[in-house]
């Protein structure tokens, strides 16, 4: 095989008026114009809104290379492109070879005897999505509507483009268009391997650590009718034998028997064993054509229970038999600039979720199939992947050329990804079902928009994913009971995966989450503020308040600032000034999904999911998000990784009454020191809350089960609940522990109620040497956190710096003495130029608290 990479420099022209200007690729329209300087940062600012030309216009795309010998004495010859945004016409020479509408579709064009010796052109003509949407929207039959947004693009389900490019309530509506992931020109002989299926399960009668039976499918296609060979390598095993390849496109199977390989398990579970799998195929004559392909695949076995029980429909993750319960984000899109999705922004944002404790994520049905390196990290990091199909908070078209269009894309993105042993199953869409229940048109004829609906998500998705991956979990909607359920599962707890917004959009209380007992939750959040350093990335001086034009341009859900206002009012005294305000509004959302994970934990295996509302940001600005744009960590994250803890203490309150509880993941019971105590907001202790529990001795966390240790009525405390708080740790011993205390606080009331003291935090960089760069080894440097009373959310930051600190918002007691660490971004430069130096983060260094944040 010759291949031409396609990658790298490209002319970009602006059809209307014929300038051109460079453009890399893999990259998109809008950032070629910035880096052309055409168009300003489309992040700062109000810049958005005069970006909007872009979708509207038309652009062509082009590059020259050149065709050596050994390309074209190839027998065929190919262009190919692994993902082109959107509408598009494509030329070689000047001749048409294709065409293109759909970003999540391969493009494959059959250039045999196209090629000329030397230089070639090859161009994409691309259209602007937002005109063939309108097109497509006046040709229909009848409406079919879509959710809109502050700045958002019309008829964008129309278009099989990433949803979320035409504005969301999280993010900015840039309709730029691209060439994403690969582009190569391909010359081959003999047959080509197309795509390869591994199916993998125990042997009959093997048990944990035994056989694996590997059933091969391998499609490939030949140009003529021909005898080879097909050789298959995995894991030790091996075969070899004489096929018989037809002319088009065949299927070649094989099985083989895999002798006790390891197993790949989710993290936390153990190892995330992978394997390299080799599959060629060559003449059997000897002649030129071999064709080799290398994979890697994971043994394991992975089912979701949805089974009837009394209460209700339950939906467990089970990998390896063992039942999981599924602690993790939503993902979308990496950023709103397809020329940043980089390999190398993925792997940090990714590095993220797997510090944190998380061991699934959800990949959004807004945004886009993610390319093979993200699903390559999952497989590495023991992150599952609850996988939509990309349709989201829509209606979608029904008609003969739609639903061809969807199954070709349905039939390459399953046979691209189902060899991932990350991928738990496949969802239909993100909230298509219920969306039926939105529309003024679907409400007065709802039996069209179900038929048209059940004809996408059953009679085509669901039907080639069925078929293609029949071993895989198959979900029709998210949320919902399953397949064939119809039912609304947007305020019902008992049956398969619930989104709970009700706190959110409908401005109920934290405690709201102690009223539900979803099965699986796989959408639930509360917003936040970005960090003051975020801000400034996109806010001039003059706008950094939260009304003011550019901050609220940069929240994107109509009642987002309002709503966090609001709630912060409830829970919290005014903050004194616009950082603090920022500090809390990221307070209280660790507070509320603190609140419902730990409680949720608390019910398993009643629940056994929850997948919060969402990971990551496409651009700066307000957002559900764990991470910031940048990468990172908001309080939550730093939150999630406790509450994800697979060993956690948790406290709360419901229905008068205080609880703790131990949650223990591990198959293993864990023997723990248990200290709890009723404490004054100086520190003096009230009570020792252990007193008169029978056996004050070590508690057991029982395996893979909520163990209570301890409740009491708040009347039958010593003191009043603004009066007080709870303290305790929890402190695993012996075998079945790691040793680490885990440590947890509980207020009693609204902490705006209650005399918070002076906490009176001291810092100090710990360092013998100011100018002296961060060592290379570990490049952290150390900072000492002194309390004089009870401090609690306490939050260092370096505002300027590139990085994070190794924990945030915790609890420090009177008297207390901490060491974190400050973690520069990986080749992250300081003042200096070089590696931030102890100067610099001692001059960057603030720590917030709750009790500073309004005096």
């Not at 019309?154 to 268009?177: E, F, I, S, Y």
């Amino acid at each position: 095989m010759e291949r031409v990479d396609l990658g790298g420099d490209w002319n970009l022209r602006h059809i209307p008026d014929g300038s051109d200007r460079p453009m890399s690729v893999p990259g998109d329209i809008l950032s070629a114009l910035v880096a052309s300087g055409e168009a300003p940062d489309p992040y700062f600012g109000t810049n958005e809104l005069g970006l909007q030309w872009i979708g509207r216009a038309d652009w062509l795309l082009s590059r020259s290379f050149v065709a050596s010998p050994a390309l074209l004495e190839r027998s065929r010859a190919f262009v190919e492109f692994d993902s082109i945004d959107t509408v598009a016409e494509i030329r070689l020479n000047g001749r048409p070879i294709g065409a293109s509408d759909n970003m999540f579709r391969r493009f494959r064009a059959d250039v045999t005897g196209l090629l000329r010796p030397g230089e070639n052109v090859v161009s994409v003509t691309i259209r602007s999505p937002e005109r063939e949407a309108a097109d497509r929207a006046g040709r229909l039959p009848y409406p079919v509507p879509a959710s809109v947004y502050p700045v958002s693009s019309p008829h964008r389900n129309l278009v099989r483009k990433a949803q979320c490019m035409g504005g969301w309530d999280w993010g900015p509506c840039l309709m730029t268009g691209g060439l994403y992931d690969g582009a190569a020109v391909v010359g081959i002989d003999g047959p080509r391997i197309e795509y390869v299926r591994a199916r993998t399960r125990k042997a009959p009668g093997a048990g944990p650590g035994g056989d694996y039976i590997v059933e091969l499918s391998v499609r490939v296609d030949s140009d003529k009718a021909m005898d080879a060979v097909l050789e298959i390598a995995l894991a030790g095993a091996r075969a070899t034998r004489r096929v018989a390849v037809q002319a088009g496109s065949a299927i070649l199977r094989e099985e083989l028997l895999v002798a006790a390989p390891e197993e790949w398990w989710p993290a936390g579970y153990g190892k995330q064993s992978l394997y390299d799998l080799r599959v060629s195929v060559a003449p059997a004559d000897g002649g030129p054509g071999a064709h080799e392909v290398v994979k890697r695949v994971g043994f394991r076995e992975l089912r979701v229970d949805a089974l009837e029980d009394p209460h209700g429909k339950s939906m467990t993750i089970v990998v390896n038999g063992k039942p999981i319960f599924a602690k993790g984000a939503n993902w979308i899109p990496a950023d709103a600039l397809p020329s940043r999705w980089t390999r190398e922004r993925l792997s940090d944002l990714l590095g993220s979720a797997a510090a944190a404790n998380m061991n699934c994520l959800r990949v959004w049905g807004g945004g886009r199939y993610e390319c093979d390196a993200f699903y390559d990290l999952c497989d590495e990091l023991g992150l599952l992947v609850w996988q939509d199909c990309m349709f989201s908070c829509a209606l979608y078209p029904a008609s003969a050329e739609f639903l061809s269009d969807v199954e070709a894309e349905i039939r390459h993105q399953v046979g691209r990804l189902a060899d991932h042993p990350s991928i738990a199953l496949w969802c239909g869409n993100n909230e298509a079902l219920g969306a039926i229940t939105w529309y003024e048109e679907s409400k007065r004829n709802p039996s069209r928009y179900v038929v048209d609906y059940d004809r996408l998500t059953e009679g085509t998705v669901g039907r080639v994913v069925r078929e293609l991956d029949p071993d895989r979990a198959w979900w029709p909607s998210s949320p919902s009971a399953g397949p064939n359920d119809y039912a609304d599962n947007w305020h019902a707890d008992g049956r398969g995966d619930m989104h709970f917004w009700s706190v959110w959009h409908e401005g109920k209380p934290f405690s709201e989450y102690l009223g539900v007992r979803p099965r699986f939750c796989s959408e639930f959040g509360f917003q936040a503020l970005p960090s003051y350093s975020t801000v400034r990335s996109f806010a001039p001086e003059g706008q950094r308040n939260v009304s003011s034009p550019v901050m609220e341009h940069h929240q994107r859900n109509p009642r987002g600032n309002s709503i966090i206002v609001e709630t912060m009012l409830r829970y919290f005294r005014m903050p004194r000034g616009f950082r603090e305000t920022l500090y809390l509004s990221q307070v209280q959302q660790a507070m509320a999904i603190k609140t419902a994970v730990e409680y949720w934990r608390c019910n398993r295996p009643r629940c056994m999911g929850a997948l919060y509302w969402q990971l990551n940001d496409v651009w700066p600005g307000a957002s559900w998000s764990s991470l910031e744009y940048d990468g990172s960590w908001r309080l939550l994250h730093h939150e999630a990784r406790r509450f994800f803890d697979p060993l956690l203490l948790a406290l709360f309150v419901k229905d008068g009454v205080a609880f703790a509880y131990a949650v223990n993941d591990g198959p293993q019971a864990i023997r723990a020191g248990l200290s709890l105590s009723l404490r004054r907001f100086d520190g003096s202790l009230v009570a020792d809350l252990r007193e008169g529990i029978s056996g004050r001795g070590p508690v057991s966390a029982l395996p893979e089960a909520a163990t209570l240790l301890w409740s009491r009525p708040l009347p039958e405390l010593p003191a009043g609940p603004d009066e007080c708080y709870v303290d305790a740790a929890l402190s695993p011993e012996g075998l079945g522990g790691d040793g680490r205390a885990r440590r947890a606080c509980l207020f009693l009331t609204e902490p705006k109620a209650c005399p918070l003291a002076d906490a009176g935090i001291e810092a100090e960089v710990i360092t013998a040497d100011d100018t002296a760069a961060f060592p290379a080894a570990g490049r952290t440097l150390p900072v000492r956190l002194r309390a004089k009373a009870p401090a609690f959310y306490v939050a260092p930051s370096a505002d300027g710096l590139a990085g994070r600190f190794e924990d945030s918002g915790f609890h420090l007691a009177a008297g207390e003495e901490r060491v974190v660490r400050f973690v520069p971004a990986p080749g992250s430069p300081g003042g200096s130029g070089g590696a931030p130096t102890a100067r610099e983060l001692r001059s960057a260094l603030r720590v917030d608290d709750l009790r500073s944040s309004y005096e």
